[in-house]
């Protein structure tokens, strides 16, 4: 099983632009994650804190659709987390949040995660807004310390970090418990360095998505691989990265080993990145994070 520990949240999509009415859509990275993976076929598991009002109802129905486990998930009476995406021409969002006092950030570290679990991806907002915060660090450390493959997209919101400086500090401070980095260019740019100083710092892979020039990964051990992105026409780029976060873990997550990082055999990597890829491209064919199926995927186009 693969456990994402992470914010669920309420995006509200324009539905037209310039922005009219706004669509309630299930968002969150790390819900997005968990949603993909579960589409993908994979087992799944989700960890975090989510409000007992409708709009929790809602995020929790379309977990259960998806297959996703649920015994990790804390529940509130807290109102849920609300993201505002403003779109780009290009499709790209940029997001506001209403987070004070919402569900999501009073998330408690759990007892151990269960037996079988082999991989763990965590990131977004639920790594930066506290009490919570601390306590998905906290998991994090514990779970690479006794073996679990770990992810971590970053998926910066500067909008949610009052002291920039603390959080790139912090986020160095990760990287010894993390395998896989997986950043969007825009987040690297933000955190001001390369691949080479996060391998130094720690992780096994760095994983770059480009938007429409692909995706490229570059490993310890001195390789580098690049796919080209594939070419369809995009909507919108809501959850097109969290859509790679699942599509990375649910090929690499049986190579796990190894406190934080990647099994002892080779990975093939641009088997992997393409196939991140091809699931990344159908998710950007519609609107909100809409994740595509094992059998979308498999049959090599959307399904009507």
Known sequence: MIVVGGEALIDLVPVERPPGALLP?????????????????????????????GFGASLLDGLRAAGVDLSLVQRGPEPTTLAVPSLAPDGSAAYGFYVEGTADRLFRLPPALPEGVRALALGTCSLVLEPGASAYETLLRREAGRGLLTLL????????????????ARFLSW??????????????????????????AGSSAVVLTRGADGLTVWTREGAEHSVPARRVSVVDTIGAGDTVNAALLHRLAGDAGGPGGLGPGPVDWPGVLSYAAAAAALTCTRAGAEPPYAAE???????P
């Open 153 to 168: 997209d970053p998926n910066i919101r500067p909008a949610l970090i009052a002291d920039p400086a603390a959080y790139r």
């Open 25 to 53: 859509r299930p968002g969150g990275g790390p819900y997005n994650t968990a949603l993909a993976l579960g589409r993908l076929g994979a087992p799944v598991a989700f960890c975090s804190r989510i409000s007992t009002d």
């Open 175 to 200: 990287l010894p418990h993390v395998g896989v980095l997986k950043l969007s260019e825009e987040d690297a740019a933000w955190l001001g360095g390369r691949a080479g100083d996060w391998l130094a």
């Open 297 to 303: 995927l498999s049959a090599g186009r959307p399904i």
